[in-house]
């Protein structure tokens, strides 16, 4: 469910949803009522980012209230420790541009390793396909990419994408 207020996401969370989408105006008792019904947040951050932007923002701090508040949020969420995916909105930003949204998942305070996590084992877990991706281990389809620096220590490492494997193959070095 795509949703940026409480009231939102309260009739979301009552309604049986899997995950909420954005949850920038998420409360503690929201986010701790999500965790136990394990409802995962995409936090989508970069949406935020890219509309403020979009708006004239020019990135510099101080940030308008709506990135603030998607900030303020994703902390909250993961104070809570519910589950916490990594998407972002289709068609508010280019495709291709996934990599933004990881690095504003650190730079709220998400550590490197578990952005890495969220964006993969995470994903799959939420999607309920990790039986087939999300993983590296046997049986798996193999789909993933070899960086440049460790993602799990600075997840700007992604954007130094040296090989892609696509179902075990190299498809690009």
Same mark, same amino acid.
């Given at each position: ?65 709506? !990135? ?23 068609? !508010? ?28 084992a995470g994903n799959a877990h939420i999607f309920g396909i990790d039986?087939? !991706? ?10 993933l990419i070899a960086v440049a620096g460790d993602p799990t220590r600075d997840i700007v490492a992604v954007?130094? !994408? ?12």
């Amino acid at each position: 469910a795509h949703s940026v207020t409480a009231e939102g996401m309260r009739r979301a969370i009552a309604a049986g949803v899997d995950s909420i989408e954005h949850g920038y105006g998420g409360t503690p008792a929201i986010f701790t009522a999500m965790r136990d019904r394990s409802i995962a947040l995409c936090p989508t951050l970069a949406a935020a980012d890219a509309v403020a932007r979009y708006r004239g923002w020019d990135g510099v701090e101080p940030a308008p209230a709506a !990135v603030l508040d998607s900030r303020r949020s994703f902390r909250l969420a993961i104070a809570a420790g519910l589950p916490i995916c990594m998407g972002g909105d289709v068609g !508010v930003f280019a495709h291709g541009a996934n990599a933004r949204e990881m690095e504003l998942m650190q730079a709220a305070g998400m550590p490197a390793a578990a952005v890495a996590v969220a964006a993969t084992a995470g994903n799959a877990h939420i999607f309920g396909i990790d039986d087939k !991706v999300g993983s590296i281990k046997p049986g798996l389809i193999a789909d993933l990419i070899a960086v440049a620096g460790d993602p799990t220590r600075d997840i700007v490492a992604v954007r130094s !994408v040296k090989l892609v494997m696509k179902d075990g193959r190299i498809v690009a070095p």
